[in-house]
């Protein structure tokens, strides 16, 4: 059974940071491009970063770039997100995606609150 599964989400204040975690299971992680994507209310859910499965040439969104790191530890099946200096535009919920076979198979997780607010 495949599972994604986001942890580190919360509550933080402007300027302040939160890693997010996604453990992956029931598929061969390391073969997987991995992703985290946000949607807040009203707005679409939009491609925030992505790793390949080397962890090699990851790709960050405009409106994150040079506040965000993603990484993957693929021992570990694991895939984070380092966010810095959170602004509260920022709030959505962050969901994990894994992408295989060239997009035959795509996995979502449930997703975890990220609120960033004084």
């Known amino acids: 059974q495949v599972q994604l599964v986001e942890s580190g989400g919360g509550l933080v204040q402007p300027g302040g940071s939160l890693r997010l975690s996604c453990a992956a299971s029931?598929?061969?992680?390391?073969?997987?491009?991995m992703s985290w994507h946000r949607q807040a209310p009203g707005k679409e859910r939009e491609l925030v970063s992505r790793?390949?499965?080397?962890?090699?040439?990851?790709y960050y969104a405009d409106s994150m770039k040079g506040r965000v790191t993603i990484s993957r530890d693929n021992a570990k099946n694991t895939v984070y997100l380092q966010m810095n200096s959170l602004k509260p535009e920022d709030t959505a919920v962050y969901y994990c995606?894994?992408?295989?076979?060239?997009?035959?198979?795509?996995?979502w997780g449930q997703g975890t609150q990220v609120t960033v607010s004084s």
């Open positions: 995606n894994a992408k295989g076979d060239w997009g035959r198979y795509d996995y």
């Open positions: 029931g598929f061969t992680f390391s073969n997987y491009v």
């Open positions: 790793i390949l499965p080397t962890g090699s040439n990851s």
